[in-house]
């Protein structure tokens, strides 16, 4: 099964979360690893980086429907 690409604009949530994370960047660090910028969909204050690998994880997040 093909891994799909993360893109701006969406929406992740964490198993048995209620909250929803938006990404709104993506960057690669200075060893290549490729990061998103995510922000939780009810408080854009609220910000945080997390690999994309970590973002692909379907134990750590889910892609809602777009």
């Keep these: ?8 604009g969406q929406r992740f949530q964490q198993p048995g979360a209620r909250s ?3 990404v709104v960047g993506l960057l690669d660090d200075a060893e290549g690893i490729q990061h998103a910028r ?5 408080d854009e204050t609220s910000v945080k980086m ?9 134990r750590l997040y889910r892609l809602l429907d777009e």
Excluded: C, H, Q
């Design 1 to 8: 099964m093909a891994r799909r690409e993360i893109e701006t």
């Design 20 to 22: 929803v994370w938006v």
């Design 38 to 42: 995510i922000r939780r969909d009810d």
């Design 50 to 58: 997390i690999s994309v690998s970590a973002l692909k994880d379907g």
